[in-house]
């Protein structure tokens, strides 16, 4: 069965670092490119980073440039996102997805209605 589960969710303090993870079951990772997202209370989901399937190529928000950086490990099927320098306005649920064109490139942020499979995410707070 295809799945995520992100974990690493939490209170922090404005200035911390988070780092999050995406654990996927039931496909081959390393097909695809994956993407973070994240929705905070009253707004749209958005893109926040993306990573290929190759790993060799990413791409961020603008709002996270600098201070994010996704990364994958397809040996432990797994793909994070580091946080760093957390703002208050970072505060939001965070979800990964999955890209469903076989060994995309994640030439840009593909929007929500763009991927297939989410996890059920796992929250942030930021704290100022």
């Known amino acids: 069965q295809l799945q995520f589960v992100e974990s690493g969710g939490g209170l922090v303090q404005s200035g911390g670092s988070l780092r999050l993870s995406c654990a996927a079951g039931?496909?081959?990772?390393?097909?695809?490119?994956i993407g973070w997202f994240r929705q905070a209370p009253g707004k749209e989901r958005e893109g926040v980073a993306c990573i290929s399937s190759s790993g060799g190529s990413t791409n961020y928000a603008d709002s996270v440039k600098g201070r994010f950086t996704i990364s994958r490990d397809d040996a432990r099927n797994t793909v994070y996102l580091q946080m760093n320098s957390l703002k208050p306005e970072d505060t939001a649920h965070y979800y990964c997805?999955?890209?469903?064109?076989?060994?995309?490139?994640?030439?840009?942020?593909?929007?929500?209605?763009?991927?297939?499979?989410w996890g059920k995410g796992t929250p942030v707070t930021v704290s100022s």
């Open positions: 039931g496909f081959t990772l390393d097909y695809y490119a």
């Open positions: 997805a999955r890209d469903p064109r076989p060994h995309s490139y994640c030439s840009r942020l593909r929007g929500p209605a763009g991927m297939d499979y």
